[in-house]
């Protein structure tokens, strides 16, 4: 995602908890090209984009 700039104030609570959460999601969405390079050395890398499904699934459990 691009940075979209500067939002307005004056919004909910809520719509800025899922503003981050969307950006937190983004993240883990974002390849990191070293760290699963490690996981294929340590052998670990299926295991890794497993657990990396089940944050997502618990991330979307967080939606206000």
Request: aromatic share 6%.
């Amino acid at each position: 995602m691009k940075d979209q700039g500067s939002i307005a104030t004056g919004e909910t609570p809520e719509v800025r908890w899922n503003r981050g959460l969307d950006i937190f999601i983004e993240s883990v969405h974002a390849p990191d090209s070293k760290l699963r390079g490690c996981a294929h050395n340590q052998h670990c890398y299926t295991e890794l984009m497993d657990i990396r499904e089940h944050v997502l699934q618990y991330l979307q459990s967080l939606r206000k």
